[in-house]
């Protein structure tokens, strides 16, 4: 492993932290909208909606990214951090410090 085990954890469960923080906070907006003619006007509606969805796919994007967080952890637990999952070299450091989670080198990422 090239990057040091300590900082790789920190800086996966802040990471997983802020996005639980985030998932927490924006939990209202994911909420059905109501079906409410007289307080809220169709053009509203429509855009309570798109929000709604807005809001919906952000959070899969935040549930794969805890996900992907949850996995390095454990690669982490296993001795198997920072090693490719392609072709076994090692991930090089600056490629762990922009995203603790990678799990490829920067060659077979590009594949």
């Known amino acids: ?60 994007q935040r549930l794969v990214e805890i996900s992907r967080i949850g996995n390095a952890l454990n690669r982490l637990d296993e001795d198997a951090y920072g090693t490719c999952a392609e072709c076994g070299e090692d991930i090089g450091e600056k490629r762990l410090q922009v995203d603790p989670a990678a799990t490829h080198c920067v060659r077979c990422a590009g594949r």
């Open 1 to 60: 492993m090239t990057w040091d085990a300590k900082v790789a954890r920190a800086a996966l469960a802040a990471r997983r932290e802020e996005l639980e923080k985030l998932s927490e906070g924006s939990a209202g907006a994911r909420e059905t909208v109501a079906l409410d003619q007289q307080s809220v006007g169709r053009l509203s509606r429509m855009d309570a909606i798109q929000q709604q969805a807005m809001a919906q796919a952000t959070e899969r």
